[in-house]
């Protein structure tokens, strides 16, 4: 086909001229007639692989590698860095049970009533233990329980180990314990080592001994009473003489109380073995803590020198100084001497040793302790013994509505500035010696006590009735109606004794199945009581509930207080603690409005939420948010109000 294109015979000739000589194929190799210079798409293991270690690919690989592992070196030195030049978040501390606890007071004569004879019992108090357990309470203080004439409610203790018939029996009291147990609560007594009743058995014995041999000659302060003159002026807490002469004895005997409540001689050491045993006795049937009555006046001085008088006192009835009134002398030698110190290191001792090492738990102590500052505080301990857990901080009591924010702040930091370092701080508002809150500071203060009790730093202590707002008996409203009980002053302190109102039952507000009670039941229990505010989202006892749960919270656990702000009405303070959130803390216990302003304080918040005020018509409500370094918050007074704030988030803002 002359003239026509042959395929087959060009490609036949090119092959002709390949040069195969120079290509060696070994068995099982694949030939490849092509020498590329660079990579290709498509390129089989073996030629990738050929690729891959020349020395571009080399350095391009080892140059990643050095980069990769220089960046994480300088990571790794960045953050050893930080974390050697950052303040380290310091850990929680481990807080016992009474640290993390809030007290309750029980005055039994005054709780609940199961008998119907018009008096609280032990089983009374059983009966309204979950009433305590919803309200956030962790402990239960019982004020004197022992069998006892009842000349001074208890204080007068006929036996140390006994139970007082008209309050129960033993069995009640076992029961009363495993139950408190049951709902992981605990149980503080009343501890009374300063005195007895003078129809205790030992006393009787003491009286009657004749000889310095036998062993109850000196149970109690016995002195010679020359022409019936006592052996000096010491005046007693309830006025009047501190000696008494006994005409079995012909001798005088010391009562710092009642003339029915001997003094207990603590330098003796039979007495101090036999008081050892009464914490023994309690202990091991479960109790978990003690508060020490009247400690301060355990030891008088054995010189038995006079006292002097008050200097520079204002106190019109001082001014004879021959008046035998007890807050007109100086008690230098019958108050706060140091064998206080070393028997109640010696208490401390014998519940760590014999009960806490053994693993029968943590007892807590505190002391009812009077005294100026320098001198309450060595109840925590001296010479680097421990002493009580904490001496009850009375520095509250003194609130009335002439307290304003200054005031307040000077009672508050007086406790905080004086403890030794390392102790825990408390707080009382209340007790069954003294005017209730809502009275001295008017009840619409109420809630604005109870957040600065339940939000500072340490253990609060609440009286019973207080969570819901009781006030003091008017006593002279009652008129003939009422009948004096208590023995000191004509009835001064049964006010703030009254019964607990429970409920509007026309029968002693739910206290008793009578109405013929111990003390009258304050009139207005009708809209004061447990039953009405428990329907009532703004009532006294939701808000405390509420402080109550929020006192559970990390910050207010543990966590550090500064002060805020103090004026003549606002008392501001900040709980704090590394790496959890902050809160604020403001409450009016002024007179008038004041918008609070907080923009100099350190660390203010510019989103920070408001999580609990005492009431609806403040400016900012629960679950608003506002900018504290911009925003004034309005108070009036009586009401206070939370922010809480993560301090970490607002320093990255």
């Given amino acids: 086909m002359s003239g ?54 080399l350095g391009l690989r080892m140059a990643f590698i050095v980069i990769f592992w220089a960046g994480w070196l300088a990571l790794l030195v960045a953050v ?56 956030g309470i962790g402990a239960i203080w019982l004020s004197p329980i022992y069998d006892s004439p009842m000349r001074d409610f208890g204080y007068d203790v006929k036996n140390f180990t006994g139970v007082w018939p008209t309050f129960g ?19 503080i007594m009343d501890f009374i080592p300063n005195h007895s009743s003078n129809d205790s058995e030992w006393f009787q014995k003491s009286r009657s001994a004749s000889s310095p041999n036998d062993k109850f000659y000196n149970y109690y302060v016995w002195k010679d009473c ?39 001689n603590l330098l003796n050491p039979y007495v101090t073995e036999e008081l050892d045993n009464v914490l023994r006795f309690w ?49 230098t ?16 001792y014998l519940m760590d040793e014999e009960y806490y090492r053994k693993g029968k738990g943590y007892k807590f102590m505190t002391t009812e302790a009077y005294g100026d500052i320098q001198t309450t505080m060595k109840y925590y301990g001296r010479f680097q013994s421990d002493g009580a857990n904490f001496p009850f901080n009375f520095r509250l009591l003194n609130l009335d509505r002439n307290c304003g924010g200054d005031c307040v702040h000077r009672l508050v930091d007086q406790w905080i500035s004086g403890m030794p370092p390392g102790k825990t701080a408390n707080w009382v508002i209340g007790n069954h010696d003294r005017k209730r809150i809502s009275s001295k500071m008017g009840e619409n203060f109420l809630n604005a006590v109870n957040t600065l009790l339940l939000l500072l730093p340490g253990v609060p202590t609440t009286y019973y009735g207080d969570e819901i707002g009781m006030t003091d008996l008017n006593t002279t409203a009652l008129g003939s109606k009422y009948i004096p009980q208590d023995p000191y002053e004509n009835g001064k302190r049964d006010p703030e004794r009254s019964p607990m109102q429970w409920n509007t039952s026309h029968t ?146």
């Fill in 226 to 264: 020359p022409n019936d003159q006592p052996p000096n002026n010491w005046v007693a807490v309830f006025g009047g003489s501190m000696w008494m002469n006994d005409s079995t004895r012909n001798q005088c005997y010391l009562h710092q109380f009642l003339e029915s409540q001997p003094d207990l």
């Fill in 508 to 653: 002693a507000a739910g206290f008793s199945s009578t109405n013929n009670t111990w003390l009258p039941v304050n009139p207005n229990y009708l809209t004061i009581n447990v039953e009405v505010q428990q329907a009532h989202d703004g009532s006294n006892l939701k808000i405390y509930k509420k402080l109550a749960s929020l006192r559970q919270e990390k910050t207010f656990q543990y966590g550090d207080m500064r002060y805020a702000k103090k004026d003549k009405n606002i008392f501001a303070f900040v709980r704090e603690f590394d790496g959890i959130p902050s809160y604020l803390v403001a409450i009016n216990f002024g007179k008038q409005n004041e918008k609070a302003d907080f923009k100099q304080m350190e660390g203010a918040p510019v989103k920070g939420t408001v999580v609990f005020t005492t009431g609806s018509d403040v400016t900012a409500k629960e679950d608003d948010v506002i900018d504290l370094t911009s925003k004034t918050v309005e108070l009036q007074p009586g009401q206070g109000i939370v922010v809480k704030w993560d301090y970490v988030i607002e320093n990255l803002i």
């Fill in 283 to 331: 202990l091991d049937r479960g109790v978990d803590g003690f508060r020490v009555d009247a400690i301060s006046h355990a030891y008088e001085d054995y010189n038995w020198q006079n006292e002097i008088p008050l200097a520079n006192t204002t106190n019109p009835m001082c001014m004879d100084t021959k008046n035998t009134l007890y807050e007109c002398w100086n008690h």
């Fill in 80 to 135: 050893i860095g930080l974390t050697a030049i950052h303040p380290k978040c310091r850990p929680a501390p481990k807080l016992d049970w009474w640290q993390t606890s809030i007290i309750y007071q029980v005055y039994p004569r005054s709780f609940q009533d199961s008998n119907g004879d018009g008096l609280g019992d032990l089983p009374g108090i059983e009966s309204k233990l979950d009433y305590l357990k919803n309200l």
């Fill in 4 to 57: 026509n294109y042959n395929l087959e015979e060009e490609h036949n000739a090119d092959y002709a001229k390949l040069d195969l000589s120079a290509v060696k194929i070994d068995e099982g190799q694949k030939m490849d007639n092509r020498d590329y210079a660079e990579p290709y798409a498509g390129m089989d293991k073996e030629t990738l692989l050929r690729f891959s270690q020349t020395p571009f690919w």
């Fill in 333 to 348: 030698y019958t108050a706060n001497l140091p064998g206080v110190f070393d028997i109640i290191n010696r208490w401390r």
């Fill in 169 to 187: 029996t033993m069995e009640d009291f076992d029961r009363l314990v495993a139950e408190i147990h049951k709902r992981d609560m605990k149980l």
